[in-house]
């Protein structure tokens, strides 16, 4: 199975810029999920990436290197709504179709 | 956009109560899953169905059961509601090698 590695807590400046990182065991994986979540709400979708190398949307880029089992979410222009947890997951059968995820990283922005 | 729909957003049940969770999805996904969070746990995968009438269990299985008669809609049952069942409940759906569209959630409370 995966074990994904993820900070727990985070703290940033509102502006500023804010890098999460997530690593994780390399076998069997095939894509990298990061989703947003605030607090009392559902996950929603931010970003997939399954080759390496940097994908961009908007202020917010997902990074990851399938060969050093490692991925970051890069946040920039923080904005106070940016305040919520950061879930990293990956898929963990063969058929892709179930993910497993990391502990979510807390990330919390301040004026 | 796909919409996952959890029946509750909060229950209260009483401790050996049959509890039914129920979700229903509107975009012909053939995958749908179960999970709990809860606080220092992260998501935690209970059941998942792949196709109608098919289901695996996940991590935590113990005390739940799963129905999925038609295929938009998979029901999480707790056979005998005991405390330790208090958590959120999270359901999600996706097609294959896609990310998963979450459920609102229930917070269930078993006293």
């Known amino acids: 199975g995966q074990n994904i590695d993820q900070p727990t807590e985070m703290t940033a400046t509102e502006g500023a810029i804010v890098q999460i990182n997530c690593t994780y065991q390399t076998s069997g994986f095939n894509g990298l999920f990061w989703y947003q979540q605030h607090a009392g709400e559902a996950p929603t979708f931010l970003s997939y990436n399954v080759l390496d190398g940097l994908e961009e949307k908007g202020r917010f880029s997902s990074f990851l290197s399938r060969s050093k089992g490692y991925s970051y979410l890069l946040l920039k222009e923080l904005q106070m709504k940016d305040s919520a947890s950061y879930l990293c997951a990956g898929p963990i059968n063969n058929a892709g179709n179930m993910l497993t995820f990391g502990g979510g990283t807390r990330l919390m922005v301040k004026p | 956009d796909v919409k996952v729909t959890q029946s509750s957003r909060y229950l209260v049940k009483r401790t050996g109560e049959k509890v039914f969770l129920e979700c229903v999805q509107d975009?012909?996904?053939?995958?749908m899953f179960w999970y709990r969070q809860d606080p220092g746990l992260g998501l935690r995968l209970i059941y998942f169905?792949?196709?109608?009438?098919?289901?695996e269990k996940g991590d935590i299985p113990e005390g739940y059961s799963v129905s999925r008669e038609k295929k938009e809609r998979f029901s999480l049952i707790l056979e005998s509601a005991s405390t330790n069942q208090t958590s959120m409940y999270l359901c999600?759906?996706?097609?294959?090698?896609?990310?998963?569209?979450f459920g609102s959630g229930t917070r269930l409370t078993v006293v």
């Open positions: 999600a759906s996706s097609f294959l090698g896609e990310g998963y569209t």
């Open positions: 169905s792949y196709d109608v009438k098919m289901k």
């Open positions: 975009m012909d996904h053939e995958n």
